[in-house]
Each structure stands twice: as C-alpha cells, then as structure tokens.
C-alpha cells in the first residue's frame, strides 16, 4: 500500500513540473519503500516459516511422549489382567482341594 502511495505522489510530482531533483528524490523514495516493504515480506516469510516448523517438532515430541504413556499404560493392563488369570486359577484350585 506504502509503494502505490508513493508511486502515485510520484506520478503526481511529475506532471505538476516539479523540478527534476525532485522528481529523482521521490523515486528514489518510492524504489526504498519498495524494497522495504520486499524485505519485511521475506522477513515474514522466514518468522512463519521457523514458527511452523517448531510447531510440527513441538507435535511430533508430543506425539512420541503421548505413545510412549500409551504403551506404558497398556503394558501395565496387561500385567494387570495376567495377574488377576493368575490369582483366579490359584483361587480355583483352592476351591477344588478344599472340595476334595
């Protein structure tokens, strides 16, 4: 917006007869903005750019740390459910010696 502004007060220098050093120094303004505003854009570019891949490296370390509690978690169900197979077949064969 900066560079149409100035290339249209630039323009207007020209056709008012301002003197040519005028007309120099307002394109030599509007050539600056210009290449302000390109380096600001690259400038952006680059902060979305470092800003997305810490994003995707924040979500893979959370991924990685997510799966691991998963598979500690199942692990420990499944210690969990041999442990009780193991106290119902004891408890059964108790009821069958008692029985007995």
Do not use: P, W, Y
């Amino acid at each position: 917006m900066r560079t149409f502004i100035l290339a249209t007060a630039a323009g207007a220098l020209m056709l008012s007869g301002c003197s040519q050093q005028t007309q120099e120094k307002a394109s030599e303004t509007a050539d600056a903005a210009a290449a302000d505003a390109q380096a600001n854009a690259n400038s952006a570019g680059q902060t979305i750019d470092s800003a997305a891949q810490a994003a995707g490296e924040a979500i893979n370390t959370a991924a990685d740390k997510a799966g691991a509690a998963v598979s500690t978690a199942a692990n420990k169900a499944g210690d969990s459910v041999r442990h009780t197979k193991i106290e119902i077949k004891h408890t059964d064969s108790d009821d069958k010696t008692a029985q007995d």
